[in-house]
């Protein structure tokens, strides 16, 4: 029981490339989320998936788009990477309770 | 939206002393959790609790939430207690999206 993954653990990006996070979980959880944690901040919510085949826009979703694609994996993209987008990226999942967490993506944009 | 404040932002024990981290939020919520972040990032479950007390070891929380606000006890703290603890809420209808405060750093020195 791997709980929640995350993919890729780092990466570095020049202005205006794509990426995609790649985020799965294990344990039947309806909802999933995406976070960034900037330095000396708390998590601030990118969007969120409160079922299979819906999402919703968080407190900072500008710059991003996602993507469920099916009950365990919930992917974030960044289509033209800015220095802002630089951050830890948080993927959860939950069923009305806990929110786990997974290990997260240190994003460095140039 | 909901404001969540945490105090204090800082905070410096000797092994083996007592502390509160207090969380304050500004409406409402639905459910509350504490977390502790380590050195190395990783987001760890500490409670959930949208009321009432618990116990799990050397720590406790409480929230009152009728009053809005929730505290953290840690006791006989270690080492192993530094890090970020976090409280974070979540709001009806919000598809349990958590709103974090922007943390207590501690560090418990030998």
């Known amino acids: 029981n791997a709980g929640v993954t995350q993919t890729p653990k780092f990466q570095v990006l020049k202005t205006g490339q794509s990426m995609t996070l790649q985020c799965a979980q294990d344990m039947n959880h309806n909802s999933m989320y995406w976070y960034r944690q900037d330095p000396g901040m708390g998590l601030r919510l990118i969007y969120y998936?409160?079922?299979?085949?819906?999402?919703d826009k968080g407190e900072v979703p500008n710059g991003y788009n996602v993507s469920r694609l099916n009950k365990r994996e919930f992917s974030l993209r960044l289509e033209s990477a800015a220095p802002s987008q630089t951050s830890v990226y948080f993927c959860?999942?939950?069923?009305?309770?806990?929110?786990?967490f997974g290990p997260g993506t240190r994003l460095t944009v140039t | 939206g909901i404001q969540v404040e945490q105090s204090p932002p800082d905070l410096i024990l000797q092994e083996g002393a007592n502390s509160t981290l207090r969380c304050n939020f500004s409406?409402?919520?639905?459910?509350l959790q504490w977390f502790h972040q380590n050195p190395w990032g990783q987001l760890i479950n500490l409670f959930y609790i949208p009321s009432g007390t618990k116990q799990n070891g050397r720590l406790s929380a409480t929230t009152v939430a009728t009053e809005r606000y929730s505290l953290l006890y840690i006791s006989s703290s270690q080492t192993t207690d530094s890090g970020v603890y976090f409280c974070?809420?979540?709001?009806?209808?919000?598809?349990?999206?958590?709103?974090f405060g922007k943390g207590t750093s501690l560090l418990v020195t030998p």
């Open positions: 998936s409160a079922s299979e085949g819906t999402t």
């Open positions: 409406d409402s919520v639905n459910n």
């Open positions: 959860a999942s939950s069923d009305q309770g806990w929110q786990y």
């Open positions: 974070a809420v979540d709001v009806v209808d919000s598809g349990y999206a958590l709103n």
